[in-house]
């Protein structure tokens, strides 16, 4: 059962794949994931595992934390996520190598993307911009926001200028082109979210797109008994009929 797994971005390349089409892959660096915690129903209300992903230094994790990392016996993460279940997870050992995952897999990764800065509405938001002649004096601005006395103040969600990027990202049905175990690392069809360097988590697709799983055959309609047909009877001669 493929549950998740935290890594780190590396960077982009590209590969042949089995028919020789060449690939834009990013490299995702997924070993060494190592669980923390169980938590189920019963004490936090909720079944879910707690996974813990690159070394963390010690001068920089509290006290508390400390205490729980030593206690699980693992050394103090930098990246600390949960991965919700659909039932207590089962005592004994976790799989959470890269193995979890095989070519041609699809699945869902959520990273932090890129920060802009601070951005006008025409980067932010895709305005088309006002006049952009000599006399004009408002060439990349928003221009009028208000709705003069009715309603008497701005509409919700505005296009407005502000800070762009540095959000919390996920894209849908990426494919997995290459699972290399000895390096531990996730080779990934297309772009993920975020710098490199970043953290990432990858899960299993929610929305697997339409053509990557074999649609269930309908079941063979059953051969619907034969009914039989009253055989004919012979008509009866007029002379023999007037006789009875």
Not at 23 to 30: E, I, S
Not at 91 to 102: D, P, V
Not at 218 to 232: D, I, N, Q, Y
Request: hydrophobic share 35%.
């Amino acid at each position: 059962m493929s549950i998740g797994l935290l890594g780190q971005k590396i960077g982009m390349t590209s590969v042949y794949d089995a028919k020789g089409r060449l690939c834009p892959v990013t490299v995702v660096a997924a070993g060494d994931n190592v669980l923390l915690r169980r938590l189920t129903s019963e004490n936090e209300g909720y079944s879910a595992i707690q996974v813990g992903f690159a070394t963390q230094k010690e001068s920089r994790v509290t006290k508390q934390l400390l205490g729980e990392f030593k206690k699980a016996g693992v050394e103090p993460k930098k990246l600390i996520r949960e991965f919700r279940l659909d039932a207590d997870a089962p005592e004994g050992e976790i799989n959470l190598s890269i193995s979890q995952f095989q070519p041609g897999d699809y699945v869902d990764v959520t990273g932090r993307s890129k920060g802009k800065g601070f951005q006008g509405v025409m980067k932010k938001h895709n305005f088309h911009g006002q006049g952009a002649a000599h006399g004009s004096k408002t060439h990349r601005r928003n221009g009028a926001i208000g709705n003069r006395s009715t309603p008497g103040r701005i509409w919700k969600n505005m296009g407005m200028p502000g800070h762009m990027g540095d959000e919390r990202v996920t894209v849908l049905n990426l494919q997995i082109v290459q699972v290399r175990e000895v390096d531990k690392i996730i080779l990934i069809s297309g772009a993920v979210p975020g710098s490199n360097g970043s953290y990432v988590v990858v899960r299993p697709a929610i929305k697997k797109p339409e053509g990557s799983t074999k649609k269930a055959e309908a079941p063979a309609k059953k051969p619907e008994a034969a009914v039989k047909k009253p055989e004919a009877v012979a008509p009866v001669p007029k002379e023999e009929a007037a006789k009875k």
